[in-house]
């Protein structure tokens, strides 16, 4: 009899609740995330991510409901998770006054590390900061500060690691630096629980998504799946106003979708979540129906497609406030 092969959670959260006065920040996140993947958490703004990051890492307490993290508690065994989990929060931790190694090492010594001088040199190297190691970090670029926090966050070897937002304002080159270190260190079996506000980065780097909308998980799955929900959009430009209606004839027929127009292009397109349906096999439809064609194509969606579909965009600003006050 073979056995069967079970899924061990990293993170595992039924119900959880929060509030911050009249503001009902997470209400219900039910979430599971896989020993070893990247879960990419995703959402518009005052949607409750980071308030779910900051239950989650035991920096605020649930409400209601009930979360394992690293096999402990939430509510009862809130310094064990903390011995496990790395934090790089959406502002950087670091001490400008310091340098680069004695921030490592000030870290390395708050978590009783037996050498700190030698973890701080490995991860300098690992993140590329060698050569500025012994520069205030206050002379640092913001590229260069961010791999340093995210290397502060990792001095004990964490479990799992949460990264709220950990790009955001970066030029390219520094958002592909953390990426890469983000790719290696799930690669050595870390956990990663990964918010952002680029939907690229995710669709790079997540094992699976958690759309998260007013307070709970509205929609998970791999980048592909989600994507499948919403489908590709088809779309003909033709020569002539009178050909529409031709066009839209073709694209109701492979599609399966109602129509929508754009007169002052003279465009016509449509959803479709028919995985065979080729560009190909489009045009010589449309030829076959007499339609003038000047072009055609069939763009598969992209994660911004997604977000925009099956979220509300909602927006709180001052969710964040009611936060730092609670």
């Known amino acids: 009899m073979v056995g069967r ?8 959260s039924e119900g959880l609740e929060k509030r911050f006065g009249d503001v009902h920040a997470v209400r219900g996140l039910d979430l599971a995330v896989p020993e070893g993947s990247v879960c990419g958490i995703l959402g518009p703004n005052g949607a409750g991510k980071t308030t779910a990051v900051r239950l989650l890492t035991t920096l605020l307490r649930p ?14 065994e809130a310094a064990a998770i903390r011995r496990r989990i790395g934090v790089t929060g959406q502002s950087t931790s670091v001490d400008g006054d310091l340098t680069g190694r004695q921030n490592l090492q000030l870290f390395a010594r708050l978590h009783r590390l037996r050498d700190p001088a030698a973890r701080s040199t490995e991860l300098l190297d690992r993140f590329g900061l060698t050569e500025a190691a012994d520069r205030p970090a206050s002379t640092w670029s913001g590229g260069m500060r961010r791999r340093l926090d995210l290397a502060a966050s990792l001095v004990r070897r964490p479990e799992i690691l949460f990264l709220d937002e950990p790009t955001t304002g970066l030029d390219p080159a520094s958002r592909n630096q953390i990426r890469d270190a983000v790719r290696a260190l799930t690669a050595e079996g870390t956990t990663v629980l990964l918010t952002t ?9 997540a ?3 958690a759309l998260v909308d007013r307070g709970r998980v509205a929609h998970t799955g791999s980048p592909r ?13 033709v020569a002539h106003a009178d050909a529409l209606s031709g066009a839209a004839a073709v694209l109701d027929q492979l599609t399966g979708a109602r129509p929508t127009f754009d007169h002052d292009r003279l465009a016509v397109a449509a959803v479709t979540r028919d995985s065979t349906l080729t560009l190909p096999r489009l045009v010589r439809e449309l030829d076959a129906a007499g339609v003038p064609l000047l072009d055609a194509s069939l763009r598969p969606p992209t994660l911004d497609d997604v977000f925009l579909r099956l ?5 709180d600003e001052d969710l964040d406030d009611k936060e730092r006050a609670a």
Not at 5 to 12: G, H, I, K
């Open 207 to 209: 094992d699976d998504i």
């Open 197 to 205: 506000q680029y939907l690229e980065e995710a669709d790079q780097l």
């Open 63 to 76: 409400d209601a409901g009930s979360a394992r993290v690293a096999g402990h508690d939430l509510r009862r």
């Open 311 to 315: 979220t509300a965009n909602t927006f």
């Open 225 to 237: 799946e989600l994507k499948a929900l919403i489908g590709s959009q088809a779309e003909v430009v």
């Open 5 to 12: 092969m079970t899924t061990t959670y990293a993170v595992l």
